[in-house]
């Protein structure tokens, strides 16, 4: 993916500096002007709008301390705060299963709200844990509510004749459920997931 980012990148550029050049030679010489998509002179460009790549957490490719014939640890399982060597199979890096993914500027974006929290001691483990759940009972009556609409949806459409009688209300019932989880992530999605929050599911998850 990253790949494929940097390629347009590069295209974009290129392309950014020959109509660059355009301008300049049309400024010079009042010839061969650059156009838009209308005919209209262009006489400034904007800078390119570079895409996002993606960044990725690799402590769990890391298990030579904890398993035989992983990838080597990127701290040498090497504890820094005593000097010392991690005995086998306690090294932190090579025990997490740490796999997160994001964007470049959600990154930078997240560090800079950490750092910030961090000098400030701003957002309380209570009220970062009740903020989670709240989003999480939220988007959880979303999708009962969903489920509810959409089977009584479909149960009057069969009565009706709109869906053939001999489907069985157990495939109602699990149309009506996905629709329901659909919801739930389109409210998740609309509603946005603040960094505490984040946090507060790693959490919860790494904890099962």
């Known amino acids: 993916m990253n790949k494929d980012v940097v390629?347009?990148?590069?295209?974009?550029?290129?392309k950014w500096k020959a109509d660059r050049k355009i301008i300049k030679n049309f400024n010079k010489t009042d010839l061969?002007?650059?156009?838009?998509?209308?005919?209209?002179?262009?006489?400034?460009?904007r800078n390119p709008t570079?895409?996002?790549k993606v960044i990725m957490c690799h402590c769990g490719q890391n298990f030579?301390?904890?398993?035989?014939?992983?990838?080597?640890?990127?701290?040498?399982?090497?504890?820094?705060?005593?000097?010392?060597?991690?005995?086998?199979?306690?090294c932190p890096v090579c025990l997490c299963?740490?796999?997160?993914?994001?964007?470049?500027n959600s990154y930078s974006q997240k560090k800079q709200y950490f750092d910030l929290?961090?000098?400030?001691?701003?957002?309380?483990k209570p009220a970062a844990e009740a903020s989670a759940n709240n989003l999480l009972n939220?988007?959880?009556?979303?999708?009962?509510?969903?489920?509810?609409?959409?089977?009584?949806?479909?149960?009057?459409?069969?009565?009706?004749?709109?869906?053939?009688?001999?489907?069985?209300?157990?495939i109602l019932r699990n149309t009506a459920a996905s629709e329901g989880w659909l919801a739930q992530a389109?409210?998740?999605i609309h509603q946005g997931v603040t960094s505490s929050q984040y946090l507060e599911f790693e959490h919860a998850i790494r904890a099962v």
């Open 7 to 14: 390629r347009k990148d590069r295209q974009l550029e290129e």
């Open 50 to 52: 570079y895409g996002d």
């Open 97 to 104: 299963s740490c796999s997160f993914v994001c964007t470049m």
């Open 64 to 90: 030579q301390s904890a398993f035989a014939g992983g990838s080597e640890c990127l701290l040498s399982c090497y504890d820094s705060k005593t000097k010392t060597q991690y005995e086998e199979g306690k």
């Open 32 to 45: 061969n002007p650059l156009l838009d998509s209308k005919g209209a002179i262009i006489i400034k460009l």
């Open 138 to 170: 939220d988007a959880a009556r979303v999708r009962t509510m969903m489920v509810d609409d959409s089977y009584e949806y479909y149960r009057k459409q069969k009565e009706e004749g709109e869906v053939l009688s001999s489907v069985p209300g157990a």
């Open 117 to 124: 929290e961090r000098s400030n001691g701003t957002v309380s």
């Open 186 to 188: 389109n409210h998740l």
